[in-house]
């Protein structure tokens, strides 16, 4: 039998970690029957956000590692999602910018996102799900005006 522990329920971060688990795995699952991964959806809503950058900056955005930015740039490259051009002024920067066909997809998976938090959120009514995002954001923000949450995370 799997039964949490009574004293686990009342602890609010336990509750975040678990809900936060279970919603990362159900999209990660969605993303993987095309192949994708989170680092991908990622990559590509930065870009389609913040416009083209450099792959170090979508590393540091990001807060991955640039030798594995270099392998999800190259894997959305070669599916036609990103184009890469050498920077006229520095040959070694590299500057990605997202096509109108990652520009699609990334709207498809936002629909794959939403979909999973609809399933996720059922329990809550509208009013809940609002009161819910407003709290977490202001918890989100908290975080990252004391730097323990870096851009991306």
């Known amino acids: 039998m799997n039964e949490t522990p009574p004293s686990l329920l009342g602890m609010t971060t336990y509750l975040m970690s678990k809900t936060g688990k279970a919603a990362r795995g159900r999209l990660a699952d969605r993303l993987a029957e095309r192949g994708l991964r989170l680092w991908h959806m990622a990559v590509l809503a930065a870009l389609t956000d913040f416009g083209p950058h450099v792959q ?3 590393a540091a955005r990001l807060s991955i590692d640039r030798s594995d930015v270099v392998k999800i740039v190259d894997g959305l490259g070669a599916a036609g999602l990103v184009e890469r051009a050498r920077d006229t002024a520095d040959r070694r920067r590299v500057t990605v910018t997202v096509t109108p066909a990652g520009r699609a ?25 609002a009161q819910l995002t407003a709290l977490l954001l202001r918890v989100h923000e908290g975080l990252r005006e004391t730097g323990q949450v870096r851009p991306g995370r």
């Open 56 to 58: 170090r900056e979508i």
């Open 105 to 129: 997809l990334l709207e498809d998976l936002e629909s794959e996102a939403v979909a999973v938090q609809e399933e996720l959120l059922t329990p809550l009514n509208a009013r809940e799900r």
